[in-house]
């Protein structure tokens, strides 16, 4: 049974630095790439950053320079460090894995972990 279980949202002034962190199980499949997407209210899910083998990390245009996201070298965990936060980063953060078992691919969610920045 897949599980992707976030933790460490919050409310944060600007300028404020936070942590997440997400649980990654997934037993039986391959774990080719993790992520963190995030979707404001009223607007639609974006990505924030992704981690692989492949690519590395990658980040969105709006938190380049600011967040960094990282993994074990067993992807059971991934995290996003979160500094210079700006009210527009308030979302609800969900993290994302790109799994594969038998040649199949599929994609988890978990449940979404919320961040808000107050000026």
């Known amino acids: 049974q897949v599980q992707l279980v976030e933790s460490g949202g919050g409310l944060v002034q600007v300028g404020g630095s936070l942590s997440l962190s997400c649980d990654v199980s997934a037993p039986g499949f391959t774990i080719r790439a993790l992520a963190w997407y995030r979707q404001a209210a009223g607007a639609q899910r974006e990505l924030v950053a992704h981690?692989?083998?492949?690519?590395?990390?990658i980040y969105s245009d709006s938190v380049k320079g600011r967040f960094t996201i990282s993994t074990e070298p067993d992807k059971s965990m991934v995290g996003l460090q979160m500094t210079r936060l700006r009210p527009e980063d308030t979302a609800l953060y969900y993290c994302?894995?790109?799994?594969?078992?038998?040649?199949?691919?599929?994609?988890?969610w978990g449940q979404g972990t919320q961040v808000t920045v107050s000026s």
């Open positions: 981690i692989s083998d492949d690519a590395g990390a």
């Open positions: 994302n894995a790109d799994l594969r078992r038998l040649g199949e691919p599929s994609t988890y």
